[in-house]
C-alpha cells in the first residue's frame, strides 16, 4: 500500500478529539482525588501515550489515519512517547503544527522529524476540510464543557480557589 500523508484538518481533529477526552478524564480525576497533580499527571500521561495502541488514538480512529514509522509499521512505544513529548509543552502544539504546514511533502511536525514517525490516510476518500469543520464543533463542545465544569467546580469546592492580586479566583 503507498504512504498518503493524512491531511491537517484531520490531525487537528484528531489532536482535540485526544485531547477533550484526556482533558475530561484528567476532570474526573481532579473531581476524585481534588488534586492538580492527579489532574496534570492524567493528562500528561494520556496525551504522551495517546497513539500507543497500533499507532491510532481515538481521535485518529475517527478521522481515518494512523502514526507509522518510517518502514510503514505501527511505531514503537519509545516513538509514541517521544512524538507526543511536545504536544504536552504549553504553546508547542501550536508551533508544531505550523512545522505541520510548512512540510509540503510528508507534513510531518517536530516530533514526527524526531522520533522518525509519519501520519498516513486510511480513509483517502473522506475529504480533509469536513473535518476542519467538525473540529469547530468539536471546540464548541469542549468550551461548554470546560466553563460548566469549572463553575460545577466553583461551587462545591469553594475552598478550592484563592484570590489572586487582580481579584480573580485561581485554583489552588
Do not use: H
Amino acid at each position: 500500500m503507498e504512504f498518503v500523508k493524512a491531511g491537517p484538518n484531520k490531525r487537528v481533529c484528531a489532536f482535540l478529539i485526544d485531547n477533550g477526552l484526556a482533558s475530561t478524564f484528567s476532570l474526573w480525576m481532579f473531581l476524585v482525588f481534588k488534586s492538580q497533580i492527579a489532574n496534570w499527571i492524567s493528562w500528561t500521561v494520556l496525551m504522551l501515550f495517546k497513539d500507543a495502541i497500533d499507532g491510532r488514538s481515538p481521535g485518529k480512529r475517527f478521522a481515518g489515519i494512523q502514526v507509522l514509522d518510517e518502514q510503514g509499521n505501527p511505531p514503537r512505544l519509545s516513538q509514541t512517547l517521544f512524538r507526543n513529548l511536545f504536544l504536552v509543552i504549553p504553546v508547542f502544539p501550536i508551533l508544531e503544527y505550523i512545522v505541520m504546514l510548512k512540510d509540503k511533502q510528508e507534513g510531518k511536525r517536530v516530533g514526527d522529524k524526531l522520533a522518525k514517525t509519519r501520519v498516513g490516510d486510511l480513509k483517502q476518500l473522506s475529504k480533509d476540510i469536513t473535518y476542519l469543520w467538525f473540529s469547530m464543533v468539536v471546540v464548541i463542545i469542549l468550551a461548554a464543557i470546560q466553563v460548566s465544569a469549572a463553575l460545577y467546580i466553583s461551587k462545591k469546592y469553594p475552598w478550592l480557589l484563592i484570590k489572586t492580586r487582580s481579584g480573580l479566583p485561581q485554583l489552588k
